[in-house]
T-cell receptor, first 114, second 116 residues
């Protein structure tokens, strides 16, 4: 299994500012992911973060709005840029362990934008 | 394209009883994995159980079991002896596994409430 931690756990931000969320995994993993969960909704994949290469973004998400870093096999960051109230969501970091084929999630970052 | 359907927005169960949460899926991939996650009000996603499409037996993990019916494309989660702490959102998810790594697709979730 993998233990994933995220910082911050929650934040309240002003419109137009940016927030960087950190994700730390307790073991080396090949693939890390960032998800968004809007209030009352299911999870939506923002991007896949691969070490040593640029993140792969899903349709509807762009690098300028959600820049991602993956400097090594245990750490990644997601920045939510130029925030608006529509960005208020839970942001979840996830890692795929390979064997067994299981994907674990961090505790999430609950973001409120005023 | 893959799709997961959870038709029960909410379920109620009494403590110590068993409950089944429904999940059907649609995929043309011959090899795939099915997952169930629990999300309490705190927001974290807790991995519960995994079933591979070629696994001969239904997966079990403690009080959780997966009723996998491949022909019907269903992967229902059975929770036995419900506890108050089981109250949470439950998400079914699927990932094809035949052509490299593909993303996990989630259903809309079922909110389970366990009453004393």
């Amino acid at each position: 299994s993998a233990v994933i931690s995220q910082k911050p756990s929650r934040d309240i931000c002003q419109r137009g500012t940016s927030l960087t969320i950190q994700c730390q995994v307790d073991s080396q993993v090949t693939m890390m992911f960032w998800y968004r969960q809007q209030p009352g909704q299911s999870l939506t994949l923002i991007a896949t973060a691969n070490q040593g290469s640029e993140a792969t973004y899903e349709s509807g998400f762009v690098i300028d709005k959600f820049p991602i870093s993956r400097p090594n096999l245990t750490f990644s960051t997601l920045t939510v840029s130029n925030m608006s109230p529509e960005d208020s969501s839970i942001y979840l970091c996830s890692a795929w362990t390979g064997l067994p084929d299981t994907q674990y999630f961090g505790p999430g970052t609950r973001l409120t934008v005023l | 394209a893959q799709k997961i359907t959870q038709t029960q927005p909410g379920m109620f169960v009494q403590e110590k009883e068993a409950v089944t949460l429904d999940c059907t899926y649609d995929t043309s991939d011959p090899s795939y994995g099915l997952f169930w996650y629990k999300q309490p009000s705190s927001g974290e996603m807790i991995f519960l159980i995994y079933q591979g499409s070629y696994d001969q037996q239904n997966a079990t993990e403690g009080r959780y079991s997966l009723n996998f019916q491949k022909a019907r494309k269903s992967a229902n989660l059975v929770i036995s002896a419900s506890q108050l702490g089981d109250s949470a959102m439950y998400f079914c998810a699927m990932r094809p596994m035949n052509t490299g790594f593909q993303k996990l697709v989630f259903g809309t979730g079922t909110r389970l409430l366990v009453s004393p």
